[in-house]
Protein backbone atom coordinates (compact mmCIF):
# COMPACT_ATOMS: atom_id res chain seq x y z
CA UNK A 1 0.00 0.00 0.00
CA UNK A 2 1.08 3.58 -0.85
CA UNK A 3 1.24 6.15 1.14
CA UNK A 4 1.95 10.26 0.96
CA UNK A 5 1.98 12.06 3.54
CA UNK A 6 2.61 16.01 3.39
CA UNK A 7 3.76 18.06 5.93
CA UNK A 8 4.97 22.24 6.56
CA UNK A 9 2.27 23.83 5.69
CA UNK A 10 0.66 27.05 7.64
CA UNK A 11 0.08 30.66 7.57
CA UNK A 12 3.15 32.82 6.41
CA UNK A 13 3.38 36.81 5.45
CA UNK A 14 4.10 37.88 1.91
CA UNK A 15 7.60 37.20 0.93
CA UNK A 16 8.37 34.23 3.70
CA UNK A 17 9.40 30.83 3.21
CA UNK A 18 7.82 27.76 4.13
CA UNK A 19 9.65 23.64 3.64
CA UNK A 20 6.65 21.10 2.89
CA UNK A 21 7.82 17.60 3.48
CA UNK A 22 6.50 14.53 1.62
CA UNK A 23 7.17 11.42 3.50
CA UNK A 24 6.25 7.96 1.23
CA UNK A 25 6.05 4.60 1.75
CA UNK A 26 5.20 1.51 0.37
CA UNK A 27 6.77 2.82 -3.37
CA UNK A 28 9.34 1.87 -5.06
CA UNK A 29 11.10 4.89 -4.38
CA UNK A 30 14.36 4.76 -6.18
CA UNK A 31 12.71 3.95 -9.87
CA UNK A 32 9.80 6.94 -9.77
CA UNK A 33 9.54 10.50 -9.54
CA UNK A 34 7.15 12.34 -6.84
CA UNK A 35 5.17 15.45 -8.40
CA UNK A 36 4.18 18.58 -6.31
CA UNK A 37 1.12 20.22 -6.87
CA UNK A 38 -1.63 22.84 -5.27
CA UNK A 39 -4.93 23.53 -5.65
CA UNK A 40 -6.63 27.37 -4.64
CA UNK A 41 -10.26 27.48 -3.87
CA UNK A 42 -12.35 27.34 -6.65
CA UNK A 43 -9.57 26.40 -9.24
CA UNK A 44 -7.54 23.64 -10.42
CA UNK A 45 -5.32 21.22 -9.32
CA UNK A 46 -1.55 22.95 -10.77
CA UNK A 47 1.21 20.82 -10.81
CA UNK A 48 4.21 22.83 -9.58
CA UNK A 49 7.45 20.46 -9.49
CA UNK A 50 8.36 16.98 -9.80
CA UNK A 51 11.57 15.43 -8.71
CA UNK A 52 13.29 12.50 -10.14
CA UNK A 53 14.09 9.82 -7.81
CA UNK A 54 17.02 8.00 -8.92
CA UNK A 55 18.61 11.41 -9.87
CA UNK A 56 17.08 14.11 -8.54
CA UNK A 57 16.21 15.82 -11.76
CA UNK A 58 14.13 18.59 -10.95
CA UNK A 59 11.45 19.89 -13.21
CA UNK A 60 9.50 23.35 -12.35
CA UNK A 61 6.48 25.07 -13.90
CA UNK A 62 6.70 28.88 -14.77
CA UNK A 63 4.82 29.84 -11.57
CA UNK A 64 7.17 28.81 -9.01
CA UNK A 65 11.08 28.51 -10.96
CA UNK A 66 13.41 30.53 -9.25
CA UNK A 67 11.39 30.40 -5.93
CA UNK A 68 10.52 27.00 -5.10
CA UNK A 69 13.29 24.29 -4.85
CA UNK A 70 12.68 20.58 -4.61
CA UNK A 71 15.04 17.90 -3.34
CA UNK A 72 15.07 14.72 -1.74
CA UNK A 73 16.66 12.06 0.51
CA UNK A 74 15.98 9.06 -0.54
CA UNK A 75 17.29 7.16 2.95
CA UNK A 76 14.56 8.82 4.64
CA UNK A 77 12.26 8.82 1.84
CA UNK A 78 11.12 12.09 1.72
CA UNK A 79 10.79 14.66 -1.03
CA UNK A 80 10.87 18.43 0.04
CA UNK A 81 10.17 21.60 -1.37
CA UNK A 82 11.24 24.47 -0.20
CA UNK A 83 9.04 27.53 -0.74
CA UNK A 84 10.85 30.51 -0.74
CA UNK A 85 9.30 34.81 -1.85
CA UNK A 86 5.59 33.26 -1.26
CA UNK A 87 3.04 36.02 -2.13
CA UNK A 88 -0.97 35.60 -1.77
CA UNK A 89 -1.24 33.85 -5.85
CA UNK A 90 0.24 30.28 -3.45
CA UNK A 91 -2.04 30.19 -0.68
CA UNK A 92 -3.52 26.73 -1.56
CA UNK A 93 -3.61 23.40 -0.20
CA UNK A 94 -0.23 21.51 -1.61
CA UNK A 95 -0.49 17.73 -2.40
CA UNK A 96 2.89 15.62 -3.48
CA UNK A 97 1.94 12.64 -5.77
CA UNK A 98 3.73 9.20 -7.18
CA UNK A 99 4.16 9.12 -10.95
CA UNK A 100 2.51 6.62 -12.79
CA UNK A 101 5.26 5.40 -14.46
CA UNK A 102 5.45 8.32 -16.65
CA UNK A 103 8.20 10.29 -14.81
CA UNK A 104 8.61 13.84 -14.06
CA UNK A 105 7.21 14.33 -18.02
CA UNK A 106 3.77 13.56 -16.31
CA UNK A 107 3.61 16.73 -14.60
CA UNK A 108 2.79 18.28 -18.47
CA UNK A 109 0.21 15.75 -18.75
CA UNK A 110 -1.60 16.72 -15.05
CA UNK A 111 -2.91 15.29 -12.11
CA UNK A 112 -4.16 12.29 -14.04
CA UNK A 113 -0.85 11.33 -14.99
CA UNK A 114 -0.28 10.51 -11.03
CA UNK A 115 -1.81 7.55 -9.27
CA UNK A 116 -1.12 7.58 -5.54
CA UNK A 117 -1.74 11.32 -3.73
CA UNK A 118 -1.77 12.43 0.10
CA UNK A 119 -3.90 14.60 1.97
CA UNK A 120 -2.30 18.08 1.31
CA UNK A 121 -1.07 20.54 3.57
CA UNK A 122 -2.34 23.91 3.46
CA UNK A 123 -0.46 27.18 2.78
CA UNK A 124 -1.88 29.98 3.27
CA UNK A 125 0.45 33.50 2.54
CA UNK A 126 -1.28 36.88 4.17
CA UNK A 127 -0.33 40.00 5.92
Known amino acids: QVHLVESGGGSVQPGGSLKLSCEVS????????IGWFRQAPGKGREGISC????????TYADSVKGRFTVSRDNAKKTVYLQMNNLNADDTAIYYC????????????????????WGRGTQVTVSS
Open 97 to 116: ATDGGGGCQALYVGPTAFDY
Open 26 to 33: GFTYADGA
Open 51 to 58: IDLSDGTP
